[in-house]
């Protein structure tokens, strides 16, 4: 009878699978981050990356940035490579990146994504970064904008600040200092709250273009309170679901499958039946 | 408890019975559709092979492997165009005006009606050329596409119907020995008869809004030299083989898609591009009283 019980048991399971289509279905982990490298090769006049690696190899020019659009995810890295002063747009779409880095001496690029942990704008790259970065690293002396929100700005130079540098958006923190680890270790700069558009340095010089940022002292005798943000898109809180989650709308050409299931659901059914009978005769 | 013991084999019987006689149902749905869309295509077919000036590509010999046919050499004097012929599908294109062009793959099944209705794609998604529900569908212009003014890309969507019929037998042309004894499409519009030769076969899909990927559904028109050689270099790069067929900014494409299962959302493309304008055809008139 226990048998019987559990055979029952495994058959109702088994029917509501096969039944439940999505219910078959098991879905699939986050895989591990990946790390591509970005290079915009002037031959193609157009964006190609290498995955799994932080250095693009030149002797091949790498696969089209649709293939990395299937398959980037948030978390991912991305290292940026352009020897080119025409290279179109960087778009790397709605993800969260973990790194996003400018290699040393990257030409003007501009990136949008749709958001990044860690920003590593390496000595003589020059360019602008699309999106709210929560940690920024700049070293040496670059041509950069930032025009969305940066919650931590870390300037790094040997010796003298020479860089242009702007945030549009809103600065939680900003530190210009030497190099970590460098003797003698100095700060230059110690700032904290810049208001959106704020923040400005040009040749180095540090110009802010607004009054309200705060020093350590006066940071750190505030009480919270909420920080202004640069200008954002309102995000209204609906049950319904995010229209860029949606497909596009094409014609769905595919034959309807249903009197399938309905027939294994029907074969299920009946077995369980007969084995049933058969187990009270 | 003994009481839903002894109940329970008689609840999973009639559980079953009631899911046959579904699925059963939906069988023989599916068996009506399909007569009645060979029904109405075989009279619209027979209507066409009765006209004075059908034209049958039935029998053309596909091309030898690897050979392109040769251009005609240019001449002093070009030659006048033929004077223009009755639409062999006259018939059909007066008995539905929702009918944009005629779509024949010699020697396949594929020789359907295209159905356009802007203001509603869907609308012959699952109805037949009549209007009536069917599960077959019609073959759909895509709302975007135009035959008249041409646009650079027609596409056409058909049903991957398990018969075969729609576009049910265009996976096909995955097998590359298919693709060289059928790479002639031919499009009947109201107008002139437009012959295609196919230039790429992949697999893609219907992607999210989200995605900034190549979408083969989002190119209808090349104003650029740029958007043309984007659509044109995404396809042949996706290309399940090597058709040796070659296009320029200029040329024009006809895009057939289904559904295919390969990704959720998947799609089997096949792109071909237009080779030549054959007949053009007398205006649709009718009599004056309005009888046809």
Request: charged share 20%; with cysteine.
């Amino acid at each position: 009878m226990k048998k019987i019980r559990k055979l029952a048991g495994v058959l109702a399971a088994v029917t509501a699978l096969v039944l439940l289509p999505k219910a078959s279905v098991l879905p699939a982990k986050a895989a591990e981050p990946v790390t591509y490298a970005v290079k915009y090769v002037s031959d193609e006049l157009g964006w190609r990356f290498q995955a799994n690696t932080s250095v693009f190899d030149s002797s091949n020019n790498g696969r089209e940035m649709y293939y990395l659009m299937q398959d980037i995810k948030d978390g991912d890295l991305v290292v940026i490579y352009n020897d080119s002063d025409n290279a179109s747009d960087l778009n790397l779409g709605n993800v969260h990146l973990s790194n996003v880095t400018y290699v040393q001496g990257c030409h003007f690029t501009i990136v949008f994504a749709g958001g990044v942990d860690d920003c590593y704008v390496l000595g003589g790259s020059s360019g602008t970064m699309n999106c709210d970065v929560k940690n920024a690293y700049v070293y040496d002396t670059v041509t950069f904008n930032f025009n969305n929100n940066v919650d931590n700005l870390y300037l790094y130079a040997a010796d003298k600040f020479n860089s242009n540098l702007g945030v549009s958006g809103t600065v939680g923190h900003l530190t210009a200092s030497t190099l970590p680890g460098q003797e003698p270790y100095r700060v230059a700069f110690d700032y904290y709250d810049f208001p959106a558009g704020a923040l400005y340095f040009k040749d180095g010089a540090f110009q802010p273009t607004a009054s309200g940022y705060k020093t350590p002292e006066e940071h750190a005798q505030q009480s919270p309170q909420p920080q202004p943000e640069a200008p954002q898109p309102e995000v209204t809180q609906t049950d319904s679901p995010d229209p860029s989650d949606e497909y596009d709308e094409v014609p769905k050409t595919g034959q309807n499958s249903l009197y399938l299931w309905l027939l294994l659901g029907a074969g299920i059914c009946f077995t369980g039946s007969f084995l049933l009978r058969r187990s009270e005769g | 408890m003994k009481n839903i013991k002894k109940c329970l084999p008689a609840l999973l019987f009639c559980m079953g019975a009631a899911l046959l006689i579904g699925a059963l149902f939906l069988i023989f749905r599916q068996f009506a559709d399909d007569r009645s869309t060979r029904n109405t295509v075989r009279e619209l077919q027979a209507s066409a092979e009765a006209s004075p000036e059908s034209v049958s590509f039935s029998s053309t010999p596909a091309p030898p492997e690897n050979t392109r046919a040769p251009k005609p050499e240019p001449s002093a004097s070009p030659e006048p165009d033929p004077a223009p012929t009755e639409n062999p599908y006259r018939d059909s294109f007066l008995a539905n005006p929702d009918m944009a062009a005629w779509l024949q793959i010699p020697d396949t099944v594929i020789d359907y009606p295209v159905m356009w209705t802007p203001e509603d794609e869907n609308y012959y998604l699952r109805r037949g050329f009549d209007g009536s529900k069917n599960q077959n569908g019609c073959l759909i212009l895509d709302t975007d596409s135009c035959v008249d003014p041409l646009t650079t890309n027609l596409i056409i969507h058909g049903h991957n119907m398990k018969s075969g019929a729609m576009f049910g037998t265009l996976k096909k042309y995955e097998d590359e020995d298919f693709f060289r004894n059928h790479r002639t499409v031919i499009l009947y519009t109201e107008k002139c008869m437009r012959s295609y030769e196919v230039i790429a076969v992949f697999r893609s899909q219907v992607y999210k809004k989200s995605e900034s990927v190549f979408k083969y559904y989002k190119f209808f028109q090349a104003d650029t030299e740029e958007e043309f050689n984007d659509f044109y270099e995404n396809i042949k790069a996706l290309s399940l083989y090597d058709t040796g067929v070659t296009a320029a900014f200029g040329d024009r494409f006809l895009t057939l898609s289904t559904c295919s299962y390969h990704v959720e959302q998947g799609r089997l493309v096949v792109v071909a591009k237009e080779v030549e304008s054959g007949d053009s055809y007398l205006p649709l008139q009718t009599a004056e009283d309005g009888t046809l």
